[in-house]
């Protein structure tokens, strides 16, 4: 069994960065995608980012040209650097691992913008 831990989330002031980590508890052989969502109370899990196994990227509109997915497959660890940070990214954000037909969740770990 695979667990996923994500880390690097805070309260940060408007216009900052954070950097979330997730680490796999071990290698994840057949990966197809990786991916970060975003969820506020009462509302659904929304996609942030994707990152799939040939490297190619996806942004949500809401952060495209602020957020960054990168994965370091020798640390079977995936990352989302967050810039420019606004008071409706404030969310637990989840990491999302996809090995058909297996779907691995992390924990979540809450990001709070705020001044």
């Known amino acids: 069994q695979v667990q996923l831990v994500e880390s690097g989330g805070g309260l940060v002031q408007p216009g900052g960065s954070l950097r979330l980590s997730c680490a796999a508890s071990r290698r994840i052989s057949g990966i197809s995608s990786m991916a970060w969502y975003r969820q506020t109370p009462g509302q659904q899990r929304e996609l942030v980012a994707t990152?799939?196994?040939?490297?190619?990227?996806n942004y949500a509109n809401s952060v495209k040209g602020r957020f960054t997915i990168s994965k370091d497959n020798t640390k079977n660890t995936l990352y989302l650097q967050m810039n420019t940070l606004k008071p409706e990214d404030t969310a637990v954000y989840y990491c999302?691992?996809?090995?058909?037909?297996?779907?691995?969740w992390g924990q979540g770990t809450q990001v709070t913008v705020s001044s």
């Open positions: 999302n691992v996809v090995v058909p037909p297996t779907v691995y």
């Open positions: 990152i799939l196994a040939g490297g190619s990227t």
